[in-house]
């Protein structure tokens, strides 16, 4: 038997350090025009049968992640890090092979001597 049983074992997808104009603040001066963040999404993925065929459909896709968080970061304005950071762990979490998101939201361009400032949370999926 070439694999063991995976019903239990976790799979980790990640997108890592997309960078992404997008509207956010609570400033007026941060209204006025998209500003840099970096994203990073790190996902605990139930693998249940595991990869069968080598057929993309059975896994779950980092593209539409990261599709996924473009659609998200262009659809209008959000004041907080933290709301971005929840609206993308609502998404990856919509997927009910997920059992743990992280997700870092970082604005980069907020302090001339701070390379980034920004908020990672953590959620979960309750187990089905």
Known sequence: ??????????????????????SIGVYDHEKEAPQRVRINLDL???EGDGVQNDDITTVLSYEDLVVG????CQDGHVNLVETLGEKLADMCLADPRVRK??????????FEDVAAVGVEIERHNIAR
């Open 101 to 110: 998101v992280i997700v870092r939201v970082e604005k980069l361009d907020v």
């Open 44 to 46: 605990a993925v139930l």
């Open 1 to 22: 038997m070439p694999h063991a049983d995976r019903a239990g074992n976790l799979r980790r997808v990640f997108v890592r350090d997309m960078v992404i104009h997008t």
């Open 69 to 72: 968080t473009r659609r998200i």
